[in-house]
């Protein structure tokens, strides 16, 4: 099985500030890498796909890159709306894995 | 637009069983393959199981093989999940979601539905 780990697991930042979060795979999974985010008391939404392809509707602040075994998510300048739980996702092989999430908490 | 409504759950004792659904509309269910993935109170994701359109090849976790059986009904736009031999740490919130065009990653989900596992 494939170990995603993100770091760091929670980041504090100021609104309209920048914010980079990692994730990390055990073994490479080529650019087979998603990023979606979760607000409290919703279902995650599908924020990036194949490492760098924002999902339909997405804001161009968000973006993300990496291949192999590293990869980051960024977001310039953070929204209110910004603010949530953040989880990376392999689908490069089975059984698919997610990393442990970051919480981006308004600092 | 693409809707997954997911129904089914509610509190059961170990040991017991529970069937998921998951209604799909606003797009052709038969042509997607169709993810159930589980989040524990305050935790994070779980991917749980997997299926083709057309059922033809079925993935699980090792957590819940042997357990739970992921099946649809394309006629109705509907796919399940059984649970048997439901244990404590199998409470969570259960999401289906759709797979992406050409790979796994999960485009849409349900508003999830909790299965609470206890005596």
């Known amino acids: 099985e494939i170990v995603m780990t993100q770091s760091p697991a929670t980041l504090s930042v100021s609104p309209g500030e920048g914010a980079t979060l990692s994730c990390r795979a055990s073994q490479s999974v080529s650019r087979d890498l998603a990023w979606y985010q979760q607000k409290p008391g919703q279902a995650p939404r599908l924020l990036i796909y194949?490492?760098?392809t924002r999902a339909t509707g997405v804001p161009a602040r968000f973006s993300g890159s990496g291949s192999g075994t590293e990869f980051t998510l960024t977001i310039s300048s953070l929204q209110s709306e910004d603010f949530a739980v953040y989880y990376c996702?392999?689908?490069?092989?089975?059984?698919?894995?997610f990393g442990g999430g970051t919480d981006v908490e308004i600092k | 637009q693409v809707q997954l409504v997911e129904s089914g759950g509610g509190v059961v004792q170990p040991g017991r069983s529970l069937r998921l659904s998951c209604a799909a509309s606003?797009?052709?269910?038969?042509?997607?393959?169709i993810h159930w993935v589980r989040q524990a109170p305050g935790k994070g994701l779980e991917w749980v199981a997997f299926?083709?359109?057309?059922?033809?090849?079925?993935f699980y976790a090792d957590s819940v093989k042997g357990r739970f059986t992921i099946s649809r009904d394309n006629s109705k736009n509907t796919l399940y999940l059984q649970m048997n031999s439901l244990r404590g740490e199998d409470t969570a919130i259960y999401y289906c979601?759709?797979?992406?065009?050409?790979?796994?990653?999960?485009?849409?989900w349900g508003q999830g539905t909790l299965v609470t596992v206890s005596s």
């Open positions: 979601a759709r797979r992406g065009d050409s790979s796994s990653w999960l485009d849409y």
């Open positions: 996702q392999q689908h490069n092989a089975w059984p698919l894995t």
């Open positions: 606003g797009f052709t269910f038969s042509s997607y393959g």
């Open positions: 299926t083709w359109s057309d059922e033809s090849n079925k």
């Open positions: 194949g490492s760098s």
